[in-house]
Each structure stands twice: as C-alpha cells, then as structure tokens.
C-alpha cells in the first residue's frame, strides 16, 4: 500500500469493518434487553420473593459471572436471602451455579454471558 497509494481501499476496508462491528453490537444490545426483559416479567410473578430477587437480577446483568457474596455486598440483602433468590433464578433457567460446591459457589447468568460471546468463537 505504502507503495502503490491505494488509500481508498483501505479507508473503505476499515470504514466497513466499523459499520459492521457497529451493527453487531447494536444487536447484541438489543437481544440483552430483550432478555433482561423477559426475565424480569418471569421473576416480578414469583410474588413476595420477586422484589429481592429483581435486585439480584439487576446486579447479574453488571456482573453476569459472580458470586452471592458479591451480590450481597452489591445488593445490600442478607446472605440467606440471596441465596434463596439465586435458588428462585436457578428454578426459572436464569442463572446456572458453575461451581457445584456449598462455599465459594460461582454463578452465571448463563444465556446474558452467551449473548455476550456471540461472535467472539474461534473458526472452525
């Protein structure tokens, strides 16, 4: 390029990378609010457990992958509360627990991380 001047094919080459990069994280947007959403219309029927549990989802969607004791650092709910809320999201599909252990538990909003990975696969 240095030698032959062809800068419009370059500008044109990047200037289409920045439209479709633009386009693909206008989708994933889209698709997270519509999942944040959806969950949260699932989660206000649960009755009196929804507002704790509401305040739980809102702190999975700033860290999708946590653990409860942030979230009750985030959320200022007691420990057993969020517990019992993390149990009301694992019932509804929301969050998977990754850890499998009674301590230390790690949790995932699982289809919120998969929106987010969308793209970022390595090829085939």
């Known amino acids: 390029m240095r030698l032959t001047g062809d800068w419009e094919a370059w500008i044109d080459f990047f200037a289409e990378a920045v439209?479709?990069?633009?386009g693909q994280a206008m989708d994933s947007a889209r698709q997270l609010i519509d999942l944040a959403n959806e969950d949260r219309d699932r989660i206000s029927r649960l009755g009196r457990a929804a507002a704790s549990t509401l305040r739980v989802h809102q702190a999975l969607i700033e860290r999708p992958i946590t653990t409860s004791g942030w979230l009750v650092e985030k959320t200022g709910i007691t420990p057993a509360t969020v517990n019992k809320c993390l149990g009301h999201l694992?019932?509804?599909g929301v969050v998977l627990e990754l850890t499998l252990r009674k301590r230390n538990r790690l949790f995932s909003y699982v289809r919120y991380v998969e929106i987010m990975n969308q793209g970022t696969e390595l090829p085939g």
């Open 19 to 22: 439209i479709v990069t633009a």
């Open 90 to 92: 694992e019932c509804l």
